[in-house]
């Protein structure tokens, strides 16, 4: 049970999150932060498709990861999840087409590891 | 430097740490207020208005919107890796809030992070995909 519930997040949250970084690249980014102007923004943003599948799969993933709380601990929960990195990493370069250099690989390698110490 | 490059670092820097904080205290008031089990889809529903779970709600709502417009200028790939001191952060805050112990293999792990965030925050500039983004624009 408790892996289902781990697959069902990652599943979602990686969905979710690339599809949020898509949604705001094509927002562009956002410069001004006074109320009124990021009200204005919310309701642009409220219309943008690849927003609204991110907000979906992120209540997805906020529900399923509500339900692994109850049967088990954050220290477990916490690293169980980070699997998105790697995944997210891979889509960041082929979907969302960013130029992952040696530094941010590295980088993501090394969250990955420690997140797994960390969880010991 | 150009002031560009240094305008961007510096937001990017302020935002970044907006979205650390409200994931940390939101994880750790939703974790606080959970109630031991949640036998029917309803019991997810009103475990919501608890008050530490609602405050953690709030928080985690803050980190979504600080997150997306983080994500406005800044690379998913660079973002990931950055926002990831929170793992390091919850176990300090654990050490120190909770007087939980951090065993040698757990401080391993925090100096891996610590060391992944400085290579990523350091070693590149928040936004590096001109590429992505006519791709993107092309193909809308």
Not at chain 1, 77 to 101: D, G, Q, R, S
Not at chain 1, 104 to 118: D, H, K, M, N, Y
Not at chain 2, 102 to 127: D, E, H, M
Request: hydrophobic share 55%; proline share 3%.
């Amino acid at each position: 049970m408790k892996w289902l519930w781990i697959a069902v997040i990652v599943a979602a949250t990686t969905v979710g999150e690339v599809l949020q970084a898509l949604g705001m690249r094509r927002h562009g980014e956002i410069r001004d932060f006074r109320p009124g102007a990021l009200g204005r923004a919310m309701a642009v943003l409220a219309q943008n498709r690849f927003v609204i599948g991110s907000v979906i799969a992120m209540a997805v993933s906020f529900f399923a990861y509500m339900g692994l709380l109850t049967i088990s601990d954050l220290s477990f929960a916490v690293p169980a999840t980070a699997v998105t990195y790697v995944l997210e990493t891979i889509l960041a370069k082929y979907v969302l087409k960013e130029h992952v250099n040696w530094l941010r690989w590295a980088g993501a390698s090394l969250v990955i590891f420690g997140v797994a110490l960390v969880s010991l | 430097m150009s002031s560009e490059a240094a305008r961007l670092r510096l937001k990017t820097w302020i935002c970044a740490t907006v979205v650390v904080l409200s994931n940390v205290f939101g994880n750790f008031f939703m974790k606080r207020g959970m109630p031991a089990e949640l036998p029917n889809p309803l019991a997810y529903i009103t475990a919501l208005f608890q008050p530490w779970v609602s405050l953690g709600v709030i928080l985690l709502i803050l980190w979504m919107l600080s997150r997306m417009a983080l994500l406005s200028w800044a690379d998913l790939s660079y973002v990931l890796p950055v926002t990831s001191i929170g793992y390091v952060l919850v176990a300090l805050a654990g050490r120190v809030l909770l007087n939980e112990q951090i065993t040698a293999t757990r401080w391993a792990g925090i100096l891996l992070i610590v060391a992944g965030v400085a290579l990523v925050s350091v070693g590149s500039t928040p936004q590096t995909s001109a590429v992505g983004r006519t791709t993107a624009e092309a193909t809308q």
